[in-house]
């Protein structure tokens, strides 16, 4: 099972730390830490993850999957699928955005970021671990203007409290992981079918890069979860990027 054992932690920096430091110490595989609020948090692309504190599930988890190396990006694929389903089981439709946003309706009725998941590989200690980070939106009513997002009491209509969704998404957290490994087709076709711009003309932009963004369709996933984007010069596989619809 995922989530044992356990740490909730009222305040703390970054839950990626505090699982990394557990890892290095011999956590197991599943092990997780919970927190009300960070004072540092990170997203993805060296990004601050702000939270209002209590209003969030905020975990990291210690993960140590039987995976082949080239097919360890399906881990990120599989909890933000995880998360998408966790808010369906409160009446929120959430899509995908590659390679882990999650996404629902806010108040507007706009498509606009739920949760979110940051993968760090932990090479400490005596085996090498994943931490997985996952981010979700859950009791916020209102959010800062400068914050394209929604939360699952926006998007469900429902009075869904902070740590409601932590075993739904544990759950199928365990689920879609062991896919990763037994059954990646499955995994991948259930990732594709909430994949928003599929099909469409996106840009990929490489935040914290010199790598110019790449423009082209968004034809679906390859098997190691990279997005094939057919563009001008053919086609692309990208593994690392952050996508823009272009509407
Ligand atoms: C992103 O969308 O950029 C990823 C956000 C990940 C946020 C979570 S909150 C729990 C864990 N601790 C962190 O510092 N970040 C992740």
Same mark, same amino acid.
Request: overall charge neutral; hydrophobic content about 50%.
């Given at each position: 099972?995922?989530?044992?054992?356990?740490?909730?932690?009222?305040?703390?920096? $970054? /839950?990626?730390?505090?699982?990394? =430091? +557990?890892?290095?110490? #011999? =956590?197991?595989?599943?092990?997780?830490?919970?927190?009300?609020? !960070?004072?540092?948090?990170?997203?993805?692309?060296?990004?601050? +993850?702000?939270?209002?504190?209590?209003?969030?599930?905020?975990?990291?988890?210690?993960?140590?999957?039987?995976? @082949?190396?080239?097919?360890?990006?399906?881990?990120?694929?599989?909890?933000? *699928?995880?998360?998408?389903?966790? @808010?369906?089981?409160?009446?929120?439709?959430?899509?995908?955005? +590659?390679?882990?946003?999650?996404?629902?309706?806010? =108040? !507007?009725?706009?498509? %606009?970021?739920?949760?979110?998941?940051?993968?760090?590989?932990? +090479?400490?200690?005596?085996?090498? @671990?994943?931490?997985?980070?996952?981010?979700?939106?859950?009791?916020?009513? /209102?959010?800062?203007?400068?914050?394209?997002?929604? $939360?699952?009491?926006?998007?469900?209509?429902?009075? %869904?409290?902070?740590?409601?969704?932590?075993?739904?998404? *544990?759950? =199928?957290? @365990?689920?879609?992981?062991?896919?990763?490994?037994?059954?990646?087709?499955?995994?991948?076709?259930? %990732?594709?079918?909430?994949?928003?711009?599929?099909?469409?003309?996106?840009?990929?932009?490489?935040?914290?890069?010199?790598?110019?963004? *790449?423009? #082209?369709?968004?034809?679906?996933?390859?098997?190691?979860?990279?997005?094939?984007?057919?563009?001008?010069?053919?086609?692309? /596989?990208?593994?690392?990027?952050?996508? /823009?619809?272009?509407?």
């Amino acid at each position: 099972p995922l989530g044992v054992p356990a740490r909730h932690l009222a305040s703390v920096g $970054s /839950t990626m730390t505090e699982a990394a =430091a +557990w890892a290095a110490d #011999g =956590a197991p595989h599943g092990a997780a830490v919970v927190a009300e609020t !960070q004072t540092a948090g990170r997203g993805r692309h060296g990004r601050v +993850w702000r939270d209002v504190p209590g209003a969030s599930l905020m975990l990291s988890l210690v993960l140590r999957p039987a995976l @082949a190396p080239e097919r360890l990006g399906l881990v990120g694929l599989a909890a933000g *699928l995880a998360l998408a389903e966790a @808010a369906g089981t409160f009446g929120a439709r959430a899509r995908l955005k +590659w390679p882990n946003d999650v996404l629902a309706l806010n =108040a !507007q009725g706009r498509l %606009v970021k739920l949760a979110g998941v940051l993968a760090e590989a932990s +090479w400490s200690g005596a085996a090498p @671990a994943v931490i997985l980070g996952a981010g979700l939106n859950v009791e916020q009513m /209102t959010f800062p203007d400068d914050l394209r997002a929604t $939360s699952l009491r926006i998007a469900s209509g429902r009075d %869904v409290a902070r740590l409601d969704p932590l075993a739904p998404f *544990l759950d =199928a957290f @365990a689920i879609r992981l062991d896919q990763a490994e037994s059954a990646p087709g499955r995994l991948l076709a259930d %990732v594709e079918a909430r994949l928003v711009g599929l099909g469409d003309l996106c840009q990929v932009g490489f935040p914290g890069t010199d790598r110019p963004p *790449l423009t #082209g369709t968004a034809l679906g996933l390859a098997p190691d979860g990279a997005l094939r984007l057919a563009t001008d010069a053919g086609e692309i /596989t990208v593994h690392a990027g952050e996508v /823009t619809l272009a509407r």
